[in-house]
């Protein structure tokens, strides 16, 4: 989920490669490349996406409720007038579907 939040912000792939095994590769060993699309946004926005794609599983949400949570919490925290840019973004992707089915079984 992290991964596709921070496609959908960004508006590119996370990672890049010419064949299955160069991106597979990227995603075991390489950093991730530095979130520059973030920057536009508050802080608890990007704190979200970074925990969302730390290399230790251990690290990132365990489960989806928790992830829902949280950016729910970091949109009502941010300083966009509740969230309402971010939101906008993510009703307008494919995201939004999943938290919607999340927030029903809340």
């Known amino acids: 989920a992290g991964v596709v939040l921070w496609e959908m912000l960004a508006g590119q792939k996370l990672f890049h490669g010419e064949t299955e ?29 970074k925990k969302s794609l730390d290399r230790d599983p251990d690290s990132r949400f365990q489960t989806a409720r928790q992830f829902y949570e949280a950016l729910q919490n970091a949109l009502e ?27 029903q079984t809340k």
Do not use: C, H, R, W
């Open 21 to 49: 095994v160069e991106v597979q590769s990227q995603i075991a060993f390489e950093k991730y490349p530095p979130p520059v699309i973030l920057e536009q946004f508050d802080k608890p926005i990007a704190e979200v996406v």
């Open 77 to 103: 925290n941010s300083g966009y007038d509740n969230g309402a840019l971010l939101k906008t973004k993510i009703q307008s992707d494919e995201l939004y579907p999943l938290l919607q089915k999340m927030k």
